[in-house]
């Protein structure tokens, strides 16, 4: 990995310190570079675009135009550079709806800027249109249901190479799914990422892990994705109510988990209630429903598994082509 001479010590602070949010900069490589945070020879850093456990910022080669997404963890930090450990071995992962991580080799500036600011980096491939979180809880309108079972599909695909590669992601939620620029989905953030014969110490995101994560008793880290999957297809189907909070109760005492493995139909009722006060009425199908439990199922042994899944009745309805995506989710945004 490799990066060269930042143009001042100014420039580095900028980009360690800088707080602005991704905005709609133009790009001209013909045009001067000011405002951008930091150029590392043939590397502008443009802007940051997220500021949780790493910082990323937003990149652009001079010499190809193409923009990147630059990811930086902080040697000092010792649960960071295991995250970075962590994903950085997956860099020769490469599917469509996957965020591909670029060959940092041929960035012969990135490794003066790893020794300058004592960081790791990684060079990832650039998604302009934000997450699913975004997508689904704070855009509005809640997606049609054609939308979100294609949407449904691409990630589906993407977890199926995971697996058949012996990998499994085990963070997957909204915020771990990107769109790149023509709105297609891209599964992102490989740092809990294990192969399916090592040992699992991780516990999840509290609300998306698979109860035998929670438990610290997880040894069918696919059945663990699977469960994970669920809880994203229900968020996108009810706009972004959650199926459960795990042991937490809603505001009025109910405890949906309690409720989802003990009256299903008190579960169901009560979604439709939170549903309907969102002008969501009515939005979960008995095929879906069917679906829905089959994915989160306590037992990890009972759990459905890919080839489940591809054969329910609610995968196999409606989907849109890629084009058409494009041009629906660009009438959206």
């Excluded at 989802?260 to 979604?271: A, G, V």
């Excluded at 969501?280 to 080839?307: G, V, W, Y």
């Excluded at 995968?315 to 494009?326: A, D, G, P, R, W």
């Amino acid at each position: 990995m490799n990066f060269d001479h930042p143009t001042s010590q100014n420039g580095i602070d900028m980009l360690m310190n800088d707080s602005r949010s991704l905005s709609d900069l133009e790009l001209d490589t013909k045009a001067s570079h000011e405002g951008s945070l930091c150029e590392y020879g043939d590397l502008i850093i443009l802007d940051s675009i997220s500021e949780t456990k790493c910082r990323i910022f937003k990149m652009i080669s001079i010499k190809t135009q193409q923009v990147y997404a630059l990811k930086l963890f902080d040697a000092a930090d010792e649960n960071l550079m295991l995250h970075y450990l962590s994903e950085s071995r997956f860099s020769e992962v490469n599917h469509p709806n996957i965020v591909r991580i670029e060959d940092s080799k041929k960035y012969l500036d990135l490794l003066a800027l790893e020794n300058e600011m004592n960081v790791r980096a990684l060079v990832l491939e650039y998604c302009p249109n934000g997450d699913f979180y975004e997508l689904v809880c704070e855009r509005g309108p809640k997606l049609p249901e054609v939308i979100v079972r294609t949407y449904f599909h691409q990630i589906l695909s993407a977890i199926e190479y995971l697996h058949a590669h012996q990998i499994a992601h085990l963070d997957i939620k909204l915020e771990n799914i990107l769109l790149d620029e023509n709105y297609q989905a891209k599964l992102c953030d490989f740092d809990s990422a294990r192969f399916f014969d090592e040992e699992i110490e991780l516990k999840g995101t509290p609300y998306y892990r698979a109860p035998e994560l929670k438990e610290g008793k997880c040894v069918n880290p696919a059945a663990a994705d699977i469960y994970s999957l669920g809880i994203v297809l229900f968020l996108m189907i009810s706009g972004g109510i959650h199926p459960h909070l795990e042991e937490d109760n809603l505001d009025d005492g109910t405890n949906l988990y309690s409720l989802l493995n003990k009256n299903q139909n008190k579960f169901w009722k009560k979604q439709n209630e939170m549903c309907e006060s969102m002008k969501n009425k009515d939005p979960f199908s008995e095929d879906f429903k069917k679906l829905f439990m089959s994915m989160i199922e306590p037992n990890p042994e009972k759990r459905a598994t890919l080839q489940d899944i591809k054969n329910s009745e609610w995968f196999n309805s409606e989907v849109l082509s890629s084009s058409q995506m494009t041009t629906i989710m660009q009438s959206l945004f």
